[in-house]
């Protein structure tokens, strides 16, 4: 059997060089020192290649921004999943301080001073102290501050047990693949909200068909990073992994497996529904099978020939509802009257607009997210760095936007069916006009606009400061609309229908932030958006070359969302998608 997680990933080992950086700021160490770590974290998350192999092999020498002491420690590591230097700095601590850095409002200085002061080592104290008025004391904080401080901390509370996809995803095909290798697994899936396609899940279910269940039960709670067997059972067992994940496994026949499948599915409404318009035709639904409820009605014979769960919509009159529509929000009346969309799917995108480079706060130049675009398969790449009021992101100002069009304009001479376009991604400043004149916004090839300061504007403020933007005859698209940072910080207050309105009304591609920290604007709103008639763009916002593959996260939200190649932009060819970059800003012409 191949043991998934058994051995550290890049990603677990850039989380190390991450917190190490996070426990020297704390120590208030020198920034360099405390800057090469996190490069490194960077730099090991990126790599293209096996970097944990590479480090094992002690071959790290001669990979950028990796000196000789992380070389070492990266050796370290991947040799024997422990990092002394790093178990030394945990232990100075208390064992939960590095959760401070999710409060929003929370820097190393902030999180230095309570814990010196008062003690504070976790979330918990954190609470403690803002609510009986110590933190209030401390120089720096104050009534308001302490305010900000326990809201953002009953929203982290909210979503304490929920996990974005980013941390599931690599989980969840480990464990698949460890079940479809299993010698007595005939089919295995995934089910539940993480087959569903959900923005973030509460845990992950697998399900099995075997004749075996006891030995593929007995394997799966061995697997290697699990914490806590919370349940070992014939045909169901639990466990939660080290990282607080809970993973579920059911055991089925060959013959239950499509009724299994789509009972776990979901979503719980999706299959209250099916299950009446079942009873309603005669037949019981449960996750074992679909039996008539006369069983004396012969017409119903046909049911025998259930094996997968397109037979299962079928036997109840319906077209197959993929499962990231199943929500109940008007899937079933839509395949029953055979009007489900065609959904879009990851291999329909021909490139990929808004990413961020080292002109701003992306770690990699223009020449190797080109090359990046190009190795994915991607036929064009748009920049849009930031512009000058993000100055904590290395925002450009004008002159140095115009360099990097230059830039770009003579990569592109080099390029053969592939181009850069040049963007921005312009600061929404806080009365809705643009951190750039329409003049030089104009010699772009496109431009997203964004909100990142002043989220504290009242609804109706926030959202006349948007539809401004939105009415710019430059602005091509709508960044991250509402803002927020999945299981971290809440959206800010705005009035989605009434941009969806005014995004149709100017012309406006609505983005599709495709970051797992953001799948913003929500699946929720993407039908209506479609409806009135706004086009998407699925977005990485990336600040790497692997970042582009953040597309992927993108790509399921967006078939949440009911969309169909037609509606999002980028999944047009090279010599299309110009005319529409232009579509808007030559219409006052
Ligand atoms: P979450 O919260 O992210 O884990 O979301 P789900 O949908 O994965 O929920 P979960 O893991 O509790 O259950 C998996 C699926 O099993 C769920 O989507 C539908 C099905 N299910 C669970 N409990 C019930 C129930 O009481 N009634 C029905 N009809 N279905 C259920
Ligand atoms: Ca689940
Ligand atoms: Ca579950
Ligand atoms: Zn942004």
Same mark, same amino acid.
């Given at each position: 059997?191949?043991? $998934?997680?058994?051995?550290?990933? #890049?990603?677990?080992?850039?989380?190390?060089?991450?917190?190490?950086?996070?426990?020297?700021?704390?120590?208030?160490?020198?920034?360099?020192?405390?800057?090469?770590?996190?490069?490194?974290?960077?730099?090991?998350?990126?790599?293209?290649?096996?970097?944990? #192999?590479?480090?094992?092999?002690?071959?790290?020498?001669?990979?950028?921004?990796?000196?000789?002491? &992380?070389?070492?420690?990266? =050796?370290?590591?991947?040799?024997?999943?422990?990092?002394?230097?790093?178990?030394?700095?945990?232990?100075?601590?208390? #064992?939960?301080?590095?959760?401070?850095?999710?409060?929003?409002?929370?820097?190393?200085?902030?999180?230095?001073?309570?814990?010196?002061?008062?003690?504070?080592?976790?979330?918990?104290?954190?609470?403690?102290?803002?609510?009986?008025?110590?933190?209030?004391?401390?120089?720096?904080?104050?009534?308001?501050?302490?305010?900000?401080?326990?809201?953002?901390?009953?929203?982290?509370?909210?979503?304490?047990?929920?996990?974005?996809?980013?941390?599931?995803?690599?989980?969840?095909?480990?464990?698949?693949?460890?079940?479809?290798?299993?010698?007595?697994?005939?089919?295995?899936?995934?089910?539940?909200?993480?087959?569903?396609?959900?923005?973030?899940?509460?845990?992950?279910?697998?399900?099995?068909?075997?004749?075996?269940?006891?030995?593929?039960?007995?394997?799966?709670?061995?697997? $290697?990073?699990?914490?806590?067997?919370?349940?070992?059972?014939?045909?169901?067992?639990?466990?939660?992994?080290?990282?607080?994940?809970?993973?579920?496994?059911?055991?089925?026949?060959?013959?239950?497996? $499509?009724?299994?499948?789509?009972?776990?599915?979901?979503?719980?409404?999706?299959?209250?529904?099916?299950?009446?318009?079942?009873?309603?035709?005669?037949?019981?639904?449960?996750?074992?099978?679909?039996?008539?409820?006369?069983?004396?009605?012969?017409?119903?014979?046909?049911?025998?020939?259930?094996?997968?769960?397109?037979?299962?919509?079928?036997?109840?009159?319906?077209?197959?509802?993929?499962?990231?529509?199943?929500?109940?929000?008007?899937?079933?009346?839509?395949?029953?009257?055979?009007?489900?969309?065609?959904?879009?799917?990851?291999?329909?995108?021909?490139?990929?607009? =808004?990413?961020?480079?080292?002109?701003?706060?992306?770690?990699?130049?223009?020449?190797?997210?080109?090359?990046?675009?190009?190795?994915?398969?991607?036929?064009?790449?748009?920049?849009?760095?930031?512009?000058?009021?993000?100055?904590?992101?290395?925002?450009?100002?004008?002159?140095?936007?115009?360099?990097? &069009?230059?830039?770009?304009?003579?990569?592109?001479?080099?390029?053969?069916?592939?181009?850069?376009?040049?963007?921005?991604?312009?600061?929404?400043?806080?009365?809705?006009?643009?951190?750039?004149?329409?003049?030089?916004?104009?010699?772009?090839?496109?431009?997203?606009?964004?909100?990142?300061?002043?989220?504290?504007?009242?609804?109706?403020?926030?959202?006349?400061?948007?539809?401004?933007?939105?009415?710019?005859?430059?602005?091509?698209?709508?960044?991250?609309?509402?803002?927020?940072?999945?299981?971290?910080?809440?959206?800010?207050?705005?009035?989605?229908?009434?941009?969806?309105?005014?995004?149709?009304?100017?012309?406006?591609?609505?983005?599709?932030?495709?970051?797992?920290?953001?799948?913003?604007?929500?699946?929720?709103?993407?039908?209506?958006?479609?409806?009135?008639?706004?086009?998407?763009?699925?977005?990485?916002?990336?600040?790497?070359?692997?970042?582009?593959?953040?597309?992927?996260?993108?790509?399921?939200?967006?078939?949440?969302?009911?969309?169909?190649?037609?509606?999002?932009?980028?999944?047009?060819?090279?010599?299309?998608?110009?005319?529409?970059?232009?579509?808007?800003?030559?219409?006052?012409?």
């Amino acid at each position: 059997m191949r043991l $998934p997680l058994s051995r550290m990933t #890049a990603d677990q080992m850039a989380e190390v060089l991450r917190n190490i950086g996070r426990y020297l700021e704390l120590k208030g160490e020198n920034p360099f020192k405390i800057r090469a770590y996190n490069t490194g974290a960077e730099i090991v998350e990126t790599f293209s290649g096996d970097i944990v #192999a590479k480090a094992a092999a002690n071959e790290l020498a001669g990979v950028k921004g990796i000196g000789e002491a &992380l070389q070492q420690k990266l =050796h370290e590591l991947a040799t024997t999943g422990k990092l002394e230097f790093y178990e030394k700095l945990r232990a100075e601590f208390p #064992a939960d301080i590095l959760s401070l850095f999710d409060v929003t409002g929370l820097g190393s200085k902030k999180i230095i001073a309570l814990h010196q002061m008062l003690g504070v080592g976790s979330l918990a104290d954190l609470k403690r102290v803002c609510e009986n008025g110590e933190a209030a004391k401390l120089s720096g904080f104050g009534e308001k501050t302490t305010a900000k401080l326990l809201e953002a901390l009953s929203f982290l509370e909210s979503h304490a047990h929920e996990f974005r996809q980013d941390q599931v995803a690599p989980i969840a095909d480990d464990i698949l693949g460890m079940l479809q290798g299993h010698p007595d697994v005939s089919r295995a899936s995934v089910a539940g909200s993480w087959r569903r396609g959900k923005e973030t899940v509460h845990d992950l279910d697998f399900l099995v068909a075997t004749r075996n269940a006891a030995s593929v039960m007995e394997d799966f709670v061995q697997m $290697p990073l699990i914490k806590q067997v919370l349940g070992q059972g014939e045909t169901k067992s639990s466990v939660l992994l080290e990282s607080g994940l809970q993973c579920d496994l059911r055991a089925v026949t060959n013959e239950q497996f $499509p009724f299994a499948l789509q009972y776990f599915t979901g979503s719980k409404e999706h299959n209250v529904a099916i299950r009446q318009r079942a009873l309603s035709r005669g037949y019981s639904l449960n996750e074992y099978g679909l039996k008539p409820v006369d069983e004396t009605n012969h017409k119903h014979n046909a049911l025998e020939a259930v094996t997968d769960e397109a037979d299962i919509y079928r036997a109840l009159e319906l077209d197959y509802i993929e499962p990231e529509l199943r929500e109940n929000t008007g899937e079933i009346e839509a395949a029953e009257r055979g009007g489900l969309p065609a959904l879009i799917q990851l291999s329909n995108l021909r490139g990929v607009f =808004h990413n961020h480079t080292t002109w701003s706060d992306g770690s990699a130049s223009l020449e190797q997210m080109a090359e990046a675009a190009q190795e994915l398969g991607m036929q064009y790449l748009g920049i849009a760095d930031h512009s000058k009021s993000s100055f904590q992101a290395n925002g450009l100002d004008e002159a140095r936007l115009r360099k990097q &069009l230059a830039e770009i304009r003579a990569l592109n001479a080099d390029f053969e069916g592939f181009r850069i376009f040049a963007g921005s991604e312009v600061d929404i400043l806080k009365d809705g006009s643009l951190d750039f004149d329409d003049d030089l916004l104009s010699e772009l090839d496109y431009v997203v606009a964004s909100v990142h300061n002043s989220f504290t504007l009242p609804e109706a403020e926030m959202t006349k400061r948007i539809i401004r933007a939105i009415e710019n005859p430059y602005v091509t698209m709508l960044g991250h609309v509402t803002g927020r940072l999945l299981l971290q910080r809440p959206s800010y207050a705005v009035n989605v229908p009434a941009i969806i309105d005014a995004a149709a009304a100017n012309g406006t591609i609505i983005e599709l932030n495709a970051s797992a920290w953001r799948l913003d604007m929500d699946w929720r709103w993407w039908k209506l958006a479609k409806e009135k008639g706004v086009k998407c763009s699925i977005n990485p916002d990336a600040h790497s070359p692997r970042g582009l593959q953040d597309v992927f996260y993108g790509a399921r939200i967006a078939r949440k969302g009911w969309l169909t190649k037609a509606d999002v932009v980028n999944c047009l060819p090279l010599g299309k998608i110009e005319a529409v970059l232009k579509t808007k800003r030559n219409k006052g012409k």
